[in-house]
């Protein structure tokens, strides 16, 4: 089939620079998601109407499947869809979707396809409060026979609560009839899309109607209030997706999947966590309260404990992280690693069994296995112009309160004392310090206040 998406509108409520397509949904804009459900469908050709000061629309989602039309001025949906008609198959029949409406799922677009058979085919809808929208006007004997829209409708028609969603499917040969043909003699002076329904059935052509599984799937985003709800409607959906596969959830109401969230057996999230990006989660991994994981990967076993943040990073198997770890990119973490409270690490690689629990930065370092970093300590890789990088070998204990100057090595199995500042590379095997003499001074007091 072909897709065309109309996504010419401003977007005024938005009260935004941004085109309205752009504005995020689970973390991707808008337009991505409806792009996405069109090639779900496999569509042969997709073509996107997009309109006036929109060009940051095309660069930021061209693909080579994407066919962009532009609608300048744009006068209505169905002058919108006459813009895509060279562009189209014609012997495929055409299916017209929303870049604001984010959430049709592809079960109902594959119901109106097939409702609408060679024919027209309407998505239409029953809403408690249809204000707005397009109103399904029926015979007696049920058949639709014209779509009238709000500000057009009588009284009547207001009353009718089936409205037209605006998604439809339609035979391309025929829409190439019946677009240059329609006529904008309407409250709004526009090109109403709606009015094919009408051509239609002047021509006796079948017009069937089928409803979403759910009303959300149709609704539309024209402010950042509809933008909110859907983002709530959306953050279910994802949260009972991972049920379904077997996650536990402390609350499937706080979590925030802003991407792709990938995970193995037994996996257990607290509440309040954002994944942003790809993440993946091993088996068995727990992930505490408050954690934002952004482009991460936890291997199994691992232990998130609250409030940490990995980004751009690798944990290993079995490790302990956290509670109030950073990880930041390009962060390497072997097996049964522990990363522990107020500890940064950064652009390091971090060897199976090794430590570092308490207040640490480790930045541009290679730490070997089975190396204890003790509290306070810190890669000094910064002069001020360049970064230079830290080499800590397997078995090194380093005191707490270290700094180590780097470019500098620590020796396999070498020991900092407490308190070291080390500036040049420590052997193997031995004790390094750099501290100055405890003294006590005799005879010393000290001053008193005068009364
Ligand atoms: C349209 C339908 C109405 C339906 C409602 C559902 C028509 C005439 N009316 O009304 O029956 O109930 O959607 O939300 O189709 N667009 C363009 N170019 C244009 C005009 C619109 O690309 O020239 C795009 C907009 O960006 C928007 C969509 O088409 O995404 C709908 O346009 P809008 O003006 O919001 O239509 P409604 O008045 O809501
Ligand atoms: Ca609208």
Redesign the pocket.
């Known amino acids: 089939m072909n897709v065309v998406i109309?996504?010419?509108?401003q977007?005024k409520r938005m009260r935004s620079e941004l085109p309205?397509v752009l504005h995020r949904l689970g973390g991707r804009p808008l337009l991505a998601h409806v792009l996405e459900t069109a090639r779900e469908l496999k569509a042969g050709k997709i073509c996107v109407?997009y309109?006036h000061g929109g060009e940051i629309v095309r660069e930021a989602l061209d693909g080579p499947d994407v066919i962009w039309v532009r609608?300048e001025p744009?006068?209505?949906?169905?002058?919108?869809v006459l813009q895509t008609l060279t562009f189209l198959d014609p012997d495929a029949p055409t299916l017209v979707l929303?870049?604001?409406?984010p959430l049709i799922g592809t079960p109902t677009l594959t119901r109106l396809l097939d409702a609408a058979g060679d024919g027209l085919g309407v998505l239409t809808a029953v809403f408690d409060d249809p204000s707005?929208?397009?109103r399904i006007l029926r015979d007696a004997d049920g058949r639709v026979q014209r779509?009238v829209?709000h500000r057009d409708a009588s009284e009547d028609e207001r009353a009718v609560c089936e409205?037209?969603?605006?998604f439809m499917a339609a035979p391309t040969a025929a829409l190439k009839r019946w677009l240059p043909s329609l006529g904008n003699d309407n409250a709004?002076g526009?090109y109403?899309?709606?009015d094919i329904v009408r051509l239609a059935i002047g021509e006796g052509l079948p017009v069937a109607t089928t409803q979403p599984e759910a009303n959300w799937e149709v609704l539309?985003v024209?402010s950042k209030v509809q933008l909110a709800e859907l983002e709530r409607v959306h953050q279910r959906n994802n949260a009972l997706l991972l049920m379904e596969s077997g996650v536990t959830l402390a609350d499937p109401g706080r979590i925030d999947v802003r991407g792709e969230l990938d995970c193995g057996r037994d996996v257990t999230i607290d509440v309040n966590c954002v994944f942003e990006g790809r993440v993946a989660l091993g088996d068995g991994v727990e992930v505490g309260a408050n954690c934002v994981l952004k482009n991460a990967v936890v291997g199994a076993g691992s232990r998130i404990a609250p409030f940490s943040h990995i980004e751009s990073a690798e944990v290993g198997p079995r490790c302990a992280i956290g509670p109030y770890a950073r990880l930041r990119p390009g962060t390497k973490l072997g097996e049964d690693v522990h990363i522990g409270n107020f500890v940064e690490v950064k652009n390091s690689t971090v060897a199976e069994r090794s430590k570092a629990n308490h207040l640490a930065y480790v930045g541009d370092a290679s730490v070997g296995k089975d190396v204890n970093i003790g509290a306070g300590t810190i890669t000094c890789n910064y002069d001020g112009a360049s970064k230079h990088r830290t080499v800590i070998e397997d078995d090194v204990f380093i005191g707490s309160d270290t700094q180590l100057v780097a470019p500098v090595t620590v020796g396999r199995g070498a020991t900092l004392g407490a308190g070291t500042t080390l500036t040049q590379d420590a052997p193997s095997d031995k004790l390094t310090i750099t501290r100055v003499k405890q003294l006590t001074v005799p005879g010393w007091k000290r001053p008193q206040k005068k009364k």
């Open positions: 109309l996504a010419a509108g977007g309205k109407v309109g609608q744009q006068l209505g949906t169905g002058h919108a929303y870049g604001d409406v707005g929208y397009g779509i829209e409205i037209n969603t605006g709004q526009e109403y899309l709606t539309g024209n």
